[in-house]
């Protein structure tokens, strides 16, 4: 059984920052892609970062320069570093995952999620 467990999110001013962290277990973590996707109050999923295991990440236009995406393959854990935050980064920040490679932005490419870790910057 795949699980997914987000944590490390809290309530912070804007300039902070936070990092958060993925746990990944039951997924052959080597050959997987891992996402950090969040979705704001009344809004839909809007994607923040992905990592295949090439290493390479691709991000979402508003976090560019300011969060970076990691793995550690021998600890099956990614994390996400936040820096500069911002009002409009307020989110429940969701881990996602699939079982081989891919550079997907969309929900529908991940079939397996976690049930999120919040964000809440104030100004």
């Known amino acids: 059984q795949v699980q997914l467990v987000e944590s490390g999110g809290g309530s912070v001013q804007a300039g902070d920052s936070l990092r958060l962290s993925c746990a990944v277990s039951g997924l052959r973590f080597g050959g997987s892609t891992i996402a950090w996707f969040r979705q704001g109050p009344g809004k839909e999923h809007e994607f923040v970062a992905t990592i295949p295991y090439t290493n390479k990440p691709t991000y979402g236009d508003p976090v560019k320069g300011r969060f970076t995406i990691s793995r550690d393959n021998a600890k099956n854990t990614v994390s996400l570093q936040m820096n500069n935050l911002r009002p409009e980064d307020t989110a429940l920040y969701l881990c996602?995952?699939?079982?081989?490679?891919?550079?997907?932005?969309?929900?529908?490419?991940?079939?397996?999620w976690g049930k999120g870790t919040q964000v809440t910057v104030s100004s």
């Open positions: 996602a995952a699939r079982g081989d490679y891919t550079l997907g932005t969309r929900t529908g490419e991940y079939g397996f």
